[in-house]
T-cell receptor, first 111, second 111 residues
Framework: DAMVIQNPRYQVTQFGKPVTLSCSQTLNHNVMYWYQQKSSQAPKLLFH???????NEADTPDNFQSRRPNTSFCFLDIRSPGLGDAAMYLC??????????FGPGTRLTVL | GEDVEQSLFLSVREGDSSVINCTYT??????LYWYKQEPGAGLQLLTYIFSNMDMKQDQRLTVLLNKKDKHLSLRIADTQTGDSAIYFC???????????FGKGTKLSVKP
């Protein structure tokens, strides 16, 4: 089945220790998104790639970076995680900035 | 307002209808979406409506759109315990086609 896959589902890291979250898709969609969702809040867009073009949201901290080495994969790198970065991280894809399909999310815990 | 607004909680009895309301912000939004999120999971697209429609029905789901008031609602007929989840309303906004979410309505279904 075509889908959006996120690994790992649960990630524990230490304060200040870099961490990478992974997203892959079999939908061959042009656009890949990363959202941060804190408890009881709406998902907040961090950035997205349209093909290889990177689009950063104005209020996304510099601590968050992303890479998209090919159409199928997109990574979220958190360079120095703080306690406030603990959240669910959701990856989504869309064919052309239209309907978005979400992965199951990675829950990040920062100790 | 600048935010997508939803009431935070709704409680219904099994078998009753549920109506979840949303007020969005951008009258030029082309598509409006309803997503469902079960505990610890990603977002599942339930249904969407194009802005030139005022109603869309899909099995137990009915979406009503009032463009003049920027009001969107989701009606779930014959609500089941499996419908218990958080429901997010979302609009497409801006030239980048970003999804802007409401804070979500937590639906509790009592047997």
């Amino acid at each position: 089945d075509a889908m959006v896959i996120q690994n790992p589902r649960y990630q524990v890291t230490q304060f200040g220790k870099p961490v990478t979250l992974s997203c892959s898709q079999t939908l061959n969609h042009n656009v890949m998104y990363w959202y941060q969702q804190k408890s009881s809040q709406a998902p907040k867009l961090l950035f997205h790639y349209y093909d290889k073009d990177f689009n950063n949201e104005a209020d996304t901290p510099d601590n968050f970076q992303s890479r998209r080495p090919n159409t199928s994969f997109c990574f979220l790198d958190i360079r120095s995680p703080g306690l406030g970065d603990a959240a669910m991280y959701l990856c989504a894809t869309s064919r052309d900035r239209d309907e978005q399909f979400f992965g199951p999310g990675t829950r990040l815990t920062v100790l | 307002g600048e935010d997508v607004e939803q009431s935070l909680f709704l409680s219904v009895r099994e078998g009753d209808s549920s109506v979840i309301n949303c007020t969005y912000t951008d009258s030029s939004s082309t598509y409006l979406y309803w997503y469902k999120q079960e505990p610890g999971a990603g977002l599942q697209l339930l249904t969407y409506i194009f802005s030139n429609m005022d109603m869309k029905q899909d099995q137990r789901l009915t979406v009503l759109l009032n463009k003049k008031d920027k009001h969107l609602s989701l009606r779930i007929a014959d609500t089941q315990t499996g419908d218990s989840a958080i429901y997010f309303c979302a609009e497409i906004k801006g030239s980048q086609g970003n999804l802007i979410f409401g804070k979500g309505t937590k639906l509790s279904v009592k047997p």
